[in-house]
């Protein structure tokens, strides 16, 4: 079977196992999100997490990032389903897969699969997450077949102290952790990924688990010149995410003793800029105030150039590319605000 999604950019193939039919242990359920229900599954003998997604379009749409796109491409480019398999296959092709928990291809549950499932179930809302009725039921199931680690599913419900410890340390646990992170990060960003969701439910041990909302180039909102002469560009950058990277370093500083506190950052702190004097007069205009924040974190996952064979030489090459791009943008960024007077960055 083919690899999916079909349109341009990295395909996700399709999970093997031994080859012939699967067959499916549903185990344990681990936890869910927005977008899937998690499941520990034997398969074939071997055990795995399978994280399976809910219909329905919980998803926010092009349109709010001033992109237009057909119903077909929404689906293609912005459906969870397809926006994890294609940042998955953009490692894969990389050769970055560390940067994250494993997945090993997609596979669709047929109904003989959900109605061992459905056996075994007493948390899923089948009539809501895979429309089944009377009339109607066994649409295949979209899937990804994922590595299983030891996860501290700490209940939404779950406050205090105790839990929301629980839920920083499952995701940065050392202050190694908290540096690989941040390398990680950049690592998305240099292949062209825009992660969008970074937070400490979606990271395990500085590695990430969940690429649901992730966009991956090519990509119709990772397009520069439409981010460049947008009014509000901010989602699109990497910005975003070196931001969200800082509020996980930061909750981490929450419930450690200062001796145990972590300096360093992915981009300089944004109330810490508006104070500076030379800021706030730049902050009356808040386009300018982004671009020049922007800066603070010049990885940009927009200008990556996919390439379908981007290994090797030619993958060395892109990644020199890249940063020249980078740093070519914000040399010429600066120049323009020496001109100004203002020193306030005009997107190249
Ligand atoms: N590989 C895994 N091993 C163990 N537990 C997992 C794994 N992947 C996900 N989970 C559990 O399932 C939950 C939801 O998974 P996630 O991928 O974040 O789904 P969503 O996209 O809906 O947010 C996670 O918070 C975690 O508790
Ligand atoms: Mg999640």
């Given at each position: 079977m083919e690899s999916l999604p079909q349109i341009p950019?990295?395909?996700?193939?399709?999970?093997?196992?031994?080859?012939?039919?699967?067959?499916?242990d549903f185990l344990q359920y681990l936890g869910s999100g927005v977008h899937a229900h998690?499941?520990?599954?034997?398969?074939?003998g071997a055990i795995y997490a399978l994280k399976m997604f809910r219909f329905g379009n919980n998803f926010t749409p092009a349109s709010c990032f001033h992109v237009e796109l057909s119903d077909e491409e929404e689906i293609m480019y912005m459906h969870p389903f397809n926006c994890e398999s294609r940042a998955y296959a953009r490692l894969h092709e990389a050769n970055e897969e560390h940067v994250a928990i494993p997945c090993y291809g997609y596979i669709l549950l047929d109904q003989e699969q959900q109605k061992r499932l459905r056996k075994r179930d007493t948390t899923c809302d089948w009539v809501k997450d895979w429309y089944y009725s009377d009339a109607?039921?066994?649409?295949?199931?979209?899937?990804?077949?994922?590595?299983?680690?030891?996860?501290?599913?700490?209940?939404?419900?779950?406050r205090g102290l105790d839990a929301n410890l629980r839920r920083v340390t499952r995701a940065i646990d050392s202050p190694k952790t908290a540096r690989a992170l941040l390398d990680n990060m950049a690592t998305l960003h240099r292949?062209?990924?825009?992660?969008?969701?970074?937070?400490?439910?979606?990271?395990?041990?500085?590695?990430?688990?969940d690429f649901s909302t992730s966009w991956t180039k090519p990509h119709p909102c990772l397009?520069?010149?439409?981010?460049?002469?947008?009014?509000?560009?901010?989602?699109?950058?990497?910005?975003?995410?070196?931001?969200?990277?800082?509020?996980?370093i930061g909750h981490w500083n929450q419930y450690h003793p200062p001796k145990r506190r972590l300096w360093f950052r992915a981009a300089q702190s944004q109330e810490y800029l508006k104070r500076l004097r030379s800021y706030s007069k730049k902050f009356k205009d808040s386009r300018n105030f982004i671009w020049e924040?922007?800066?603070?974190?010049?990885?940009?996952?927009?200008?990556?150039?996919?390439?379908?064979?981007?290994?090797?030489?030619?993958?060395?090459?892109?990644?020199?590319d890249w940063r020249k791009q980078c740093l070519r943008r914000k040399e010429k960024a600066k120049q323009i605000g020496q001109h100004d007077g203002l020193k306030i960055y005009q997107p190249a």
């Amino acid at each position: 079977m083919e690899s999916l999604p079909q349109i341009p950019g990295p395909q996700l193939a399709r999970f093997r196992g031994q080859g012939g039919a699967l067959d499916i242990d549903f185990l344990q359920y681990l936890g869910s999100g927005v977008h899937a229900h998690v499941w520990k599954v034997r398969i074939d003998g071997a055990i795995y997490a399978l994280k399976m997604f809910r219909f329905g379009n919980n998803f926010t749409p092009a349109s709010c990032f001033h992109v237009e796109l057909s119903d077909e491409e929404e689906i293609m480019y912005m459906h969870p389903f397809n926006c994890e398999s294609r940042a998955y296959a953009r490692l894969h092709e990389a050769n970055e897969e560390h940067v994250a928990i494993p997945c090993y291809g997609y596979i669709l549950l047929d109904q003989e699969q959900q109605k061992r499932l459905r056996k075994r179930d007493t948390t899923c809302d089948w009539v809501k997450d895979w429309y089944y009725s009377d009339a109607y039921a066994g649409r295949p199931v979209q899937a990804l077949v994922k590595e299983f680690i030891e996860y501290d599913n700490v209940g939404a419900r779950e406050r205090g102290l105790d839990a929301n410890l629980r839920r920083v340390t499952r995701a940065i646990d050392s202050p190694k952790t908290a540096r690989a992170l941040l390398d990680n990060m950049a690592t998305l960003h240099r292949i062209g990924i825009l992660h969008r969701d970074i937070n400490n439910s979606n990271v395990a041990q500085g590695r990430f688990l969940d690429f649901s909302t992730s966009w991956t180039k090519p990509h119709p909102c990772l397009d520069p010149e439409q981010i460049e002469s947008s009014d509000s560009p901010f989602h699109q950058l990497g910005i975003t995410d070196a931001y969200d990277v800082d509020l996980m370093i930061g909750h981490w500083n929450q419930y450690h003793p200062p001796k145990r506190r972590l300096w360093f950052r992915a981009a300089q702190s944004q109330e810490y800029l508006k104070r500076l004097r030379s800021y706030s007069k730049k902050f009356k205009d808040s386009r300018n105030f982004i671009w020049e924040w922007t800066q603070e974190y010049p990885g940009r996952p927009d200008l990556c150039r996919w390439e379908s064979e981007d290994m090797g030489a030619k993958q060395r090459r892109s990644k020199r590319d890249w940063r020249k791009q980078c740093l070519r943008r914000k040399e010429k960024a600066k120049q323009i605000g020496q001109h100004d007077g203002l020193k306030i960055y005009q997107p190249a």
